[in-house]
């Protein structure tokens, strides 16, 4: 069936791909959804380890990776779709779901614990051990990555996963299921359930599941901590962020204003992570604003599907009023307009009703503004001046939030020193909005716990037993 829909993909527009095909995919295949309410069960239990799935003659990590390569251009042009982004961007968002699969396939094989000798020849040693069924819940601006990033570590530590995605954003997750089907998972190691809030309770409140990863909002992070308490589960939260971005005057200009454009408006600004308070060292704020705004009017804003757009449409229209409540809000309380901000309305007659806006900067801000303070989630880069650095990490640190941070630099010592003091789980320097598979991915305070990518994550989604090991006689004190 997922053939089906990808065959049409190039035929397809944006905005005009209906979907008439079951999108829960259960036991290996897509099926209708139970209409019953609160049906039982939601989903199989864990088939228990599935390391050799690594045993075939070609390694599952790269049959993956073929099937992938095989069909990046049209899951992309789908993903598109999906979410409005542009082509250039989902087209690595494939690429970097098919890395992310590779890399946990080659560490599954090398899964250990720990060899501790003990007095008298006794011994204890280690070993980690799938939780059992995992549930991925996912957000609508990465759909397809997020599905990879929480299923491939799922996996490899042989679990099974049941996978929630956003409702906003139902059609990928399934394709990425029938790509796990293909190149060899057995049936229900993976499976995909639709549906909103009703359909999360279940998973979180089920008493089969071991384990909740969930990306999204602040507020239905919270929710999802409470509903798994309930039950004692192990969670992941990856949550929002109102991340600081701080340039220095003796930093690379160049590269700062990249990497400030990169850190407000990669997925029309959407993203968890991104730097959207700017600081600015008062030296060089005439010619940083200048070259950032210069640079934000000429990005390229229009039909997500052509090569030359460089950013889409925001996710429906609801998010499109929020974004554009808050810029007017901004200007309310002070804040000057340098670019953008505003309702996009694209040439092509079949996008004049899409969710588009010009990417804004916003100027003389303050600390207090709600534009600074609050998750906008959209294309709005908010600059704000500072003269020290102890001063900026001080405003830098007054959030709740802690996803990340940033710092352009060419002093090295200071780099080092303003990363240690960021209260973010992941600071860039000189660079912002990487997110290499390889590195752990996490926030701090409000932002969230756990992390996803790198060896770390298998620390999540395994458990360590002890086994003690006597090689003499029992002691014996009655």
């Known amino acids: 069936m997922a053939q089906a829909i990808l065959d049409v993909m190039p035929g397809a527009s944006t905005g005009t791909v209906q979907v008439s095909d079951p999108l829960n995919f259960w036991a290996g295949k897509r099926v209708e959804p139970r209409q019953q309410k609160n049906a039982e069960p939601v989903f199989e239990p864990a088939t228990g380890d599935c390391f050799f799935l690594l045993k075939s003659e070609e390694p599952l990590g790269s049959r993956k990776s073929r099937l992938f390569l095989e069909k990046r251009e049209k899951i992309a042009k789908l993903e598109v779709i999906n979410n409005g982004k542009s082509i250039t961007e989902a087209l690595v968002d494939i690429d970097i779901a098919w890395q992310c699969i590779e890399y946990y396939a080659g560490l599954a094989g090398a899964l250990a614990g720990q060899h501790v000798q003990l007095p008298g020849g006794a011994f204890a040693y280690t070993r980690r051990e799938p939780l059992g069924v995992c549930v991925g819940i996912g ?8 599905a990879a990033w929480k299923s491939a570590p799922a996996l490899a530590c042989g679990n099974a996963m049941v996978f929630k995605p956003s409702p906003f954003t139902p059609v990928t997750a399934v394709i990425l299921a029938e790509i796990y089907k293909e190149a060899g998972v057995p049936d229900g190691l993976f499976c995909v359930v639709q549906g909103g809030a009703e359909t999360g ?17 602040v507020p239905t992070g919270k929710k999802v901590m409470e509903m798994s308490a309930k039950g004692v589960k192990q969670v992941t939260l990856e949550l929002g962020g109102k991340s600081p971005l701080i340039i220095f005057k003796d930093c690379d200009l160049e590269n700062a204003v990249r990497g400030a454009l990169m850190a407000n408006f990669l997925t029309q600004g959407q993203v968890c992570c991104n730097g959207t308070r700017v600081f600015v060292q008062k030296d060089i704020m005439p010619q940083f604003l200048e070259e950032v705004v210069k640079r934000t009017k000429a990005i390229l804003v229009g039909d997500p599907l052509l090569d030359s757009t460089r950013m889409g449409a925001l996710i429906n229209k609801p998010h499109l009023e929020k974004v554009l409540g808050f810029v007017s809000q901004a200007k309310l309380q002070g804040a000057r307009v340098l ?32 534009c600074v303070k609050e998750e906008i989630f959209g294309p709005v880069m908010s600059v704000l001046p500072f003269d020290t650095e102890e001063e900026v990490v001080q405003r830098a640190n007054n959030t709740t939030f802690g996803l990340a941070s940033g710092v352009f630099t060419r002093d090295i010592s200071r780099a080092h020193r303003v990363a240690e003091n960021l209260e973010a789980g992941t600071c860039f320097i000189n660079n912002y909005n990487i997110s290499p598979v390889e590195v752990p991915f996490g926030g701090y ?34």
């Open 201 to 217: 309770t279940i998973l979180c409140q089920h008493p089969k599941v071991a384990k909740v990863s969930f990306t999204g909002s």
């Open 139 to 146: 957000a609508w601006n990465y759909p397809f990555q997020i």
């Open 445 to 478: 305070k409000m932002s969230g716990f756990g992390r996803e990518n790198g060896q770390v994550t298998i620390e999540y989604y395994s458990q360590l037993k002890t086994v003690v090991v006597e090689m003499g006689d029992v002691d014996n004190y009655f």
């Open 339 to 370: 670019c953008g901000g505003e309702r996009f309305v694209p040439s092509d007659p079949k996008l004049v009703n899409g969710y588009f806006m010009s990417p804004c900067v916003l100027d003389n801000c303050r600390d207090d503004m709600t």
